[in-house]
């Protein structure tokens, strides 16, 4: 059975680096209102940030793009961030886990994003509907 999620938040801004700051100041203030601790809410803040840079990145070609971030908590006090965009369709969660024991000379630039959302959250999820790729991060208060 799917948890009914509260909604909190929603935030639209274009898909801009210049939007970073807002997504972020929106989302932990509504994640410091459901009670997360700064620990918390400093992991929170690096896997939003570090998805929305990659979206603007990486998806967003076109100049009217915006990015959609919601969030809210279940019946248990989960936090949920949903991030959606109308990019082309990316599953970050089918990429390889990158090899973190290799030297840094030995690795491929980048492929470290998607590895340190999933370490620094309680789950990530990926589906594409109705042309929009929608990511939700997964984060409990403890």
Do not use: W
Request: hydrophobic share 35%.
């Amino acid at each position: 059975m799917a948890e009914s999620i509260h909604t909190l938040c929603s935030i639209e801004l274009p898909a801009a680096l210049e939007s970073l700051p807002g997504f972020t100041a929106g989302i932990t203030e509504c994640a410091r209102e459901a009670g997360f601790g700064e620990h918390k809410l400093s992991a929170m803040e690096l896997a939003l940030e570090e998805t929305i840079v990659n979206i603007i990145k990486y998806s967003s070609s076109s100049p009217d793009s915006v990015i959609t971030a919601t969030c809210g908590t279940d019946d248990r006090d989960v936090f949920y961030i949903t991030i959606i965009d109308s990019g082309p369709p990316f599953d970050p969660l089918k990429k390889d886990r990158p090899d973190t024991s290799a030297g840094i000379d030995d690795r491929p630039v980048g492929g470290l994003g998607i590895f340190f959302i999933k370490e620094m959250t309680d789950g990530v999820t990926y589906t594409r509907e109705a042309g929009k790729n929608i990511l939700t991060i997964k984060m409990k208060k403890q």
